[in-house]
């Protein structure tokens, strides 16, 4: 995991060489200038691919303390319910399961976090260097946070379903639901799985971002540090 980390600065380093150093020297005014505008959507796009790569590979979730997905707060009683009943096995692979269908699912957020980037405006780029030390992460939520719930959800459906478990959950979400204890767009694992999927991609996206807004100088370029320091 650093390893990426540490490639997403280096690449940061060498695309703000060719990118912010022209908003620096013309001001944010300026900022529609083609040169400025396409050298800040690659940095994006870079990150993206940063992101996706750290979480879309095995145990991109799964090992992660962080982002690890587990079961709904609400059917915890039922996995309690199904370990008693001698499913404990199963229980915990389902576990393992819906890691994997959120590791298998987050490549596909590619186009879409691409699209997103091809079709940012010039104040969209304003807002982004303006904004607070999530403001990248909150761009690509916007635009692409539906979109990618309908990508995500028949690949965790898919992986999901290699597991007869997971209908026991679902009829339990389902009741719960019915009952009003429980959100209707949760009572499903899929759904919730898809969900928990897309918070870690915008998660590790903002991670970098917030790494580089706050510590500028830590990114081994004076450039950047000129550039943050000026937007704080």
């Known amino acids: 995991m650093h390893v990426h980390r540490r ?3 280096a690449f940061v380093i060498s695309a703000g060489m060719g990118v912010f150093a022209p908003a620096q020297a013309m001001g944010l005014a300026d900022l529609s200038s083609g040169e400025a505008s396409q050298g800040l959507k690659k940095a994006l796009e870079k990150g993206a691919a940063t992101a996706i790569g750290m979480l879309g590979v095995e145990n991109g979730f ?3 303390q962080k982002l690890r997905i587990g079961f709904p707060e609400s059917l915890n009683k039922g996995a309690d319910l199904l370990k008693k009943m001698g499913m404990r096995r199963q229980v915990d692979e389902l576990v393992l399961q819906m890691n994997r269908a959120a590791e298998k699912a987050i490549p596909l957020s590619e186009k879409w976090l691409t ?8 104040q969209d780029a304003k807002s982004i260097l303006k904004g607070g030390d999530t403001s990248v992460t909150q761009f690509f939520a916007d635009k692409t946070r539906n979109p990618l719930t309908t990508e995500f959800t028949p690949q965790v459906k898919q992986v999901l379903g290699e597991l007869g478990v997971v209908e026991q959950f679902n009829a339990i979400g389902g009741k719960l639901a019915g009952m009003g204890l429980m959100p209707k767009d949760k ?3 899929e ?3 898809t969900g928990k999927a897309l918070d870690g991609l915008y998660f590790m996206i ?4 917030r790494k580089i807004r706050q510590n500028p100088m ?7 540090a000129k550039v943050f320091g000026t937007l704080k």
């Open 206 to 209: 903002g991670e970098e971002e």
């Open 187 to 189: 009572a499903l694992l």
């Open 7 to 9: 490639n997403f600065n």
């Open 115 to 122: 699209h997103a980037i091809q079709s940012m405006s010039v």
């Open 62 to 64: 799964f090992n992660h």
């Open 191 to 193: 759904n919730h799985v």
């Open 218 to 224: 830590q990114a081994g370029s004076d450039l950047l």
